[in-house]
T-cell receptor, first 113, second 113 residues
Framework: GAGVSQSPSNKVTEKGKDVELRCDPISGHTALYWYRQSLGQGLEFLIYFQGNSAPDKSGLPSDRFSAERTGGSVSTLTIQRTQQEDSAVYLC???????????FGPGTRLLVL | AQSVTQPDIHITVSEGASLELRCNYSYGATPYLFWYVQSPGQGLQLLLKYFSGDTLVQGIKGFEAEFKRSQSSFNLRKPSVHWSDAAEYFCAVEGFGNEKLTFGTGTRLTIIP
């Protein structure tokens, strides 16, 4: 596709449930990022994938959060046992490589009740 | 660690007036600098970026920004704003060897007739 796509666009879940958020990067982009945007914390980095290298997980807030990137393309961010403080917009971005411009998707708005 | 400060949470400007949004960064060397815009319910769109070279960079939608090393600043300007410029603006920094973006808290721009 022409840009980064994310699904679902909105997700409402109950506290304690697991959720999966999907990101389709721009075709050919080797780097993929996840960020979170919340009222209290602003925009914060979660995790970064570059090619076949081990991901940079330094921004993940707890071990309930994990992400994988299959075949160097699509990525899934999984949040286990969701908490109300996980409510936020989860943004995915991709870039053509290291130190290239990051292009963002429209985000997934997650609401944990 | 790198950080970004956007001192103005909210700015109101009359349509047709000039605009300057402030951004200060903290980083040990010259970072990569970005301005992104986010319209309500939308993802982040890149306005412009500074990597090296000419310190005055031109972006989309008539925006420009000037990198001032002595002031650790990267302020965004537009000579004449349009109602469609109403949005939230984020300054971001990317350090060398650290490919994640660190964002400021954002400045919300309101345009009045």
């Amino acid at each position: 596709g022409a840009g980064v796509s994310q699904s679902p666009s909105n997700k409402v879940t109950e506290k304690g449930k697991d959720v999966e958020l999907r990101c389709d990067p721009i075709s050919g982009h080797t780097a993929l990022y996840w960020y979170r945007q919340s009222l209290g914390q602003g925009l914060e980095f979660l995790i970064y994938f570059q090619g076949n290298s081990a991901p940079d997980k330094s921004g993940l807030p707890s071990d309930r959060f994990s992400a994988e990137r299959t075949g160097g393309s699509v990525s899934t961010l999984t949040i286990q046992r969701t908490q109300q403080e996980d409510s936020a917009v989860y943004l995915c971005a991709s870039s053509a490589g290291i130190r290239e411009t990051q292009y963002f998707g429209p985000g997934t708005r997650l609401l944990v009740l | 660690a790198q950080s970004v400060t956007q001192p103005d949470i909210h700015i109101t400007v009359s349509e047709g007036a000039s605009l300057e949004l402030r951004c200060n960064y903290s980083y040990g060397a010259t970072p990569y600098l970005f301005w992104y815009v986010q319209s309500p319910g939308q993802g982040l769109q890149l306005l412009l970026k500074y990597f090296s070279g000419d310190t005055l960079v031109q972006g989309i939608k008539g925006f420009e920004a000037e990198f001032k090393r002595s002031q650790s600043s990267f302020n965004l300007r537009k000579p004449s704003v349009h109602w469609s410029d109403a949005a939230e603006y984020f300054c971001a920094v990317e350090g060398f060897g650290n490919e994640k973006l660190t964002f400021g808290t954002g400045t919300r721009l309101t345009i009045i007739p």
